[in-house]
C-alpha cells in the first residue's frame, strides 16, 4: 500500500546514532518535528521539549529533533556530540537525529515537505530560525506550526497537542 503523499511517513532519516529510521514507525503517534541547534538561543527549549515530551508520551506523543547549522551557525557539533550536548544539559530523551540543513535547494526531504503548501497540502511554513516546530496528527499529516520564539509548554501547543490526540 502507497503511503498517503501528504503524509510526513513517508520519509526516513538518520539517527544521531548513524541508523536509519522510518517515520513509519511513529504511525498513530502525535509529533512534533523541531529543528534544533546547540549553540542558539533557544537552546534552553530542549528542556521544556522533554517536559512536553513527559507530559504527553503516555498518550502516544513523540518530539523529533533534527539538529541543523542552516542559522548562524549554531550548530558547531557533530554526530554523538549533539545528542550528549542535548541528554547532558537539558535531560533529552526524545529522539535526536543527525544533523541535516532545513531550508534552501539543499535541504532535507522533511523539512521541503515540511515548508512547502504544494507538498504538505496544509501551510508554507519555511523555518525561520532554530527551534521551529511543526505539530503532526496521526494520520502523519501536518496539522500546524509554530514560531521559535513560542515556547514548547505553551498552552497554544499543548491545547493543540491535547487536541490531536
Given at each position: ?62 518530539i523529533l529533533a533534527f539538529p541543523s547549522d542552516d542559522f548562524g551557525g549554531q550548530e558547531p557539533l557533530e554526530g554523538k556530540a549533539i545528542g550528549d550536548f542535548c541528554e547532558q544539559n537539558y535531560g533529552v530523551k526524545f529522539p535526536v ?69
Open positions: 500500500m502507497k503511503e498517503n503523499p501528504r503524509s510526513i511517513y513517508q520519509f526516513k532519516a538518520k539517527l544521531i546514532s548513524g541508523r536509519d529510521k522510518a517515520l513509519t514507525d511513529y504511525k498513530g503517534k502525535v509529533l512534533l518535528v523541531v529543528n534544533i541547534a546547540s549553540a542558539c538561543g533557544f537552546a534552553p527549549q530542549l528542556k521544556e521539549l522533554q517536559e512536553l515530551s513527559d507530559s504527553f508520551k503516555p498518550e502516544d506523543f513523540e537525529f543527525a544533523k541535516i540543513m532545513v531550508r534552501g535547494e539543499q535541504a532535507n526531504p522533511i523539512f521541503k515537505f515540511l515548508s512547502n503548501k504544494e507538498l504538505n497540502g496544509h501551510f508554507k511554513a519555511r523555518p525561520r530560525w532554530n527551534f521551529q516546530k511543526y505539530l503532526i496528527g496521526r494520520d502523519g499529516e501536518l496539522a500546524d506550526y509554530f514560531f521559535p520564539f513560542t515556547k514548547p509548554m505553551s498552552s497554544k501547543i499543548r491545547k493543540k497537542i491535547q487536541r490531536l490526540l
